[in-house]
């Protein structure tokens, strides 16, 4: 078992690594808006770059982990508003192109930061 950490995405903000590697998958933490330099500030300013960013921190700790985007066989999408489904989902489909991994989303009361998107996968690792 391996336990990732990229200085390309933000650290964890609890107990808990940014993804694990094992049996020849990746299993991501829930990535939200924050930058990976550092600052602890969420991204306030919309939906859609708030998933640009979150799927941005994804895919460096993806690589961290020896994987890919065409690699994500199952993600799940957590909202804060189900009315930002469309909206999250164009982004997401910009991020995956023809890569269609199967996929959940929820709406959920509130996220951590109050984030208005947070999205985790599970990747095959190279």
């Known amino acids: ?7 390309n995405a933000p650290s964890a903000i609890g107990p808990y ?6 049996g020849g998958l990746v299993y991501t933490s829930g990535q939200i808006a924050l930058k990976p330099d550092g600052d602890d500030a969420i991204l306030k300013e919309n939906v859609i770059l ?7 921190n994804l895919e460096a700790v993806l690589q961290a982990s020896g994987s890919s985007m065409d690699k994500v066989i199952k993600t799940t999408i957590f909202l ?3 009315n930002d489904f469309a909206a ?13 991994p199967a996929r959940s989303t929820v709406a959920v009361k509130t996220l951590p930061k109050n984030a208005l998107v947070e999205i985790d ?3 095959i690792a190279e």
Request: net charge neutral; proline share 0%; charged share 15%.
């Open 1 to 7: 078992m391996k336990f990732t950490q990229t200085q």
């Open 17 to 22: 690594s940014q993804a694990v590697v094992h």
């Open 50 to 56: 708030q998933a640009k960013q979150v799927l941005s």
């Open 80 to 82: 804060a508003d189900m």
């Open 88 to 100: 999250v989902n164009e982004v997401y489909e910009a991020a995956f192109g023809t890569h269609k």
């Open 121 to 123: 996968a599970i990747a």
